[in-house]
């Protein structure tokens, strides 16, 4: 099997470096050392995936700018066939109701807790491989 491949998409490198550093090389010992693909732009990772990018699941930024997660979200669940698990990071616990409504899986709430976030992320990259093989 190949390495799962995992989308980070915040226009904050900052972010992108903090989600990545908790999602380290390999999320749990049942699971096989992923890929992380970082991307700052919506329009990037659009092009990414009709390209025919891969992704087993996507990690999006809902206050990223100018285009939030939370939208390109639902356009994602909307596009693509079996989309892959999106866990969607959002700044205040208030913000869950437009988490459900981007259709997301999962909500990780700022600032990320890396043992949470790590545990979201396995969990979601699970159901998504055992689904998949």
Not at 12 to 39: A, C, M
Not at 110 to 124: E, N, R, S, V
Request: hydrophobic residues 40%; aromatic residues 6%.
């Amino acid at each position: 099997m190949s390495a799962p491949i995992v989308i980070v998409y915040s226009d904050d490198s900052s972010t992108r470096e903090v989600i990545t550093g908790s999602l380290g090389k390999r999320l749990s010992p049942h699971l096989p050392e992923h890929e992380i693909k970082e991307f700052a732009t919506a329009p990037a990772l659009r092009l990414y995936l009709d390209q025919g990018g891969k992704a087993d699941l996507f990690i999006l930024d809902g206050e990223a700018v100018p285009e939030g997660g939370m939208g390109v979200a639902r356009q994602l669940k909307d596009e693509i066939f079996n989309c892959p698990p999106v866990l969607l990071i959002v700044a205040r616990r208030e913000d869950n109701w437009l988490a459900s409504w981007s259709r997301a899986e999962d909500v990780a709430i700022q600032p990320i807790d890396p043992f949470t976030f790590g545990k979201k992320a396995a969990d979601l990259l699970s159901a998504r491989i055992s689904t998949n093989h």
